[in-house]
DNA sequence: GACCGACATTGACCTTGGTCAAGGCCCCCT
DNA sequence: AGGGGGCCTTGACCAAGGTCAATGTCGGTC
């Protein structure tokens, strides 16, 4: 179901990645050549855990999440992927038998690019800047993993989720901002490792004193220093 | 203080390492022209959390713990870093102004090399072939925080240490392997993300159990398909 | 040999967040 | 309008693991 899109049209919005955003109108078309379309329903999955990793992605629509399984089915989500983002490239280079380290599952109807591993491997061996940007994207990602794994094993709940609020936070909004959930509260509860009754009840308790105010998928900041004071915001800023 | 050593000697040290095995001689004098020697106490701090990252490791000799501090001061392990192991690379590539994710500091006394970035960004300039090396060892590093933050949530402390346990069995070891904890138990539990208290009761079930024995910082295992079965080992292998 | 400090162990108690169960709300669908 | 299904909320209860405190063990030092 590819809908008629010029080749400046594409490579925008390819451009719209960290890891693409730096590339050439050429090293993109090299790109594109090898490059594949994809639609996904709600609720299909993408690849699987410990599945050969011999493609990876380009969200334009929708949301994708990445999670494990537990032995009983309990599900982690580690990462919501949105429109603009790659994912899965990482894997590529674990060597031939590289496999996916998680699950990938649509959140919403998807639409995505797929591109083939040796092909990019190729691009890569011929235009050395793209590999510059790769490892840029790797780093950011394991920087990410970091502050995860700090905020879950040194933070509890409450932190985690005012942390998370205040990173939802639009750039540049000063004055009692207000936030749009993307995605369903059940689903933010997984990422921040805690279950969905525990978000409604730390919600339910910040509501009370004051200092948010939610209905549905809206929450209003009510008193941003005092959830600041909250998270006693490190040193260094917690970026995603 | 650096002892008298060949080219030859360095060269085959520094392959140890997983990222400069696969070099040649040529690219490792260029390597090994711009890295320093430095030694370290234990106790010591290599660097810290927020630090501009400069500079990237080569451990040779002792142990290094890369950690982060909660705001009370509580302390968890990301990771050990073990002779042979280089650390700190990959934060070389989020832009000029990297930053330390994490505090280093040595748990016994410590001789490294270090290099600095700038060099090493020449070097992958002149050398594409190393930077594939470490697009792998980053790979390798960003699958272990994932398995990491789907043990700490997804498993209770029992199933993380069973699991750590596992993983320190000498390989080809058939037989009722003995495991020799090289660092203190202390951090072993912070690496789990448990307080060494748990870490004892947990040991002292397994002990009634009849499934190991410990003493000291020796640990026999007695009855490792009981382990195994406890950790109901997934579809893939949990490597860390 | 006595003392000290680091580390480990054990016990009693408490806190956090998970589990189970019962509604409530809202949107869609016919 | 009525009914059904997601999703969220709230309450009562529970369990895992954390905290605090006392005690043990070992190795080094004077």
Redesign the interface.
Known sequence: MMTPMTTDERFGELRRAHLFAELTDEQLAMLARGMHEVALDAGRTLFR??EPAERFFFLREGLVKLF????DG?E?I?EIIKPGETFAE??????LK??Y??NAEAVSDARLWTFNQKNFVEI??QA?DI??G???S??????M??????S????NATYRLVAYLLEQIPPGVKTSPEIQLTTPKSAIASRL?IQPETLSRILARLRQGGLIEVEGPRIAIRDIAALRRLV?T???SHDG
Chains 1, 2 share one sequence.
């Open positions: 855990h410990g494990r399984l537990g032995p309990a982690k580690i990482a894997v590529m280079f674990m060597g590289g496999r380290p998680v890569l061996r050395p590999a510059f790769l490892l840029a790797m780093s950011r990602r394991l920087h993993l970091v502050n995860q794994i700090e879950l094993t040194l933070q490792a006693q490190p040193p260094e």
